[in-house]
Antibody, heavy 121, light 103 residues
C-alpha cells in the first residue's frame, strides 16, 4: 500500500518561497508513475500544480509555471515543491498524490493527508 | 484547455435516495473521466476511473457512466457516510465539485 506524507512549514511570509516535501513509502518513487502536487484553498475546489517523473521530467500548471519548481530525490524516495513569490492567494491545503497513467487516461489514486500552508506576515 | 462543469453545485437528499451528479467537458474526452469523494478535512478519494470503473474497495452503490462530453455519477442508495463533496477530473482539470448533504 503506497503512502504519501507531506511536510514543511505551515506559515510562509508574503513574497517568500513555500517549500514542501512529500515522502513516499510502500512503493518506489522510481516506479512507472508520475507524482503530483495539488492544492485546495480554504472552502474552494482542487487545483493541480504540477507533476514529476523519477527521471526529473516535469509538467506544470501554466497559471503557476513561472513560480513553481518540483524536484525529486530518488535516494530518499521523496519529491518536493517550491512556490516562489507567494501571496495570500497561495494559502491552501497542499496535497501530494500519485498520478497513475494508463494509456491516454490518468488518475490520482494515492493521496497524502494534506498540509495547510498559510501565507501571512 | 479543457473545462469541466458539474451540476448541481449542491444537493440535499434523504437516506436511501438515488443521487445523480453530472459532469460536462468542454470537448470530447472519450472515457477519460474520474470521480473523487472528499469528506471534510480529508484528502480526496478516488471512487470511479475511466468513467465507469469502480476503484477497488469502493461500495457498489457508487457508479459512473458516460463518454465524450457528458458524464453521470450515481449513488444508488444514499447513506449517511456518503456526505461529502464529489469532484470529477480529467487530466489536470477538476470540476468545481458537488456538495451532498442529508435532508
Amino acid at each position: 500500500q503506497v503512502q504519501l506524507q507531506e511536510s514543511g512549514p505551515g506559515l510562509v511570509k508574503p513574497s517568500g518561497t513555500l517549500s514542501l516535501t512529500c515522502a513516499v513509502s510502500g512503493g518506489s518513487i522510481s516506479s512507472s508513475n508520475w507524482w503530483s502536487w495539488i492544492r485546495q484553498p480554504p472552502g474552494k475546489g482542487l487545483e493541480w500544480i504540477g507533476e514529476i517523473y523519477h527521471s526529473g521530467s516535469t509538467n506544470y500548471n501554466p497559471s503557476l509555471k513561472s513560480r513553481v519548481t518540483i524536484s525529486v530525490d530518488k535516494s530518499k524516495n521523496q519529491f518536493s515543491l517550491k512556490l516562489s513569490s507567494v501571496t495570500a492567494a497561495d494559502t491552501a491545503v497542499y496535497y501530494c498524490a500519485r498520478t497513475l497513467v494508463v494509456g491516454l487516461g490518468s488518475r490520482f489514486d494515492y493521496w497524502g493527508q494534506g498540509t495547510l500552508v498559510t501565507v501571512s506576515s | 484547455d479543457i473545462q469541466m462543469t458539474q451540476s448541481p453545485s449542491s444537493l440535499s437528499a434523504s437516506v436511501g435516495d438515488r443521487v445523480t451528479i453530472t459532469c460536462q467537458a468542454s470537448q470530447d474526452i472519450s472515457n477519460y473521466l474520474n470521480w473523487y469523494q472528499q469528506k471534510p478535512g480529508k484528502a480526496p478519494k478516488l471512487l470511479i476511473y475511466d468513467a465507469s470503473n469502480l476503484e477497488t474497495g469502493v461500495p457498489s452503490r457508487f457508479s459512473g457512466s458516460g463518454s465524450g462530453t457528458d458524464f453521470t455519477f450515481t449513488i444508488s442508495s444514499l447513506q449517511p457516510e456518503d456526505i461529502a463533496t464529489y469532484y470529477c477530473q480529467q487530466g489536470f482539470t477538476f470540476g468545481p465539485g458537488t456538495k451532498v448533504d442529508i435532508k
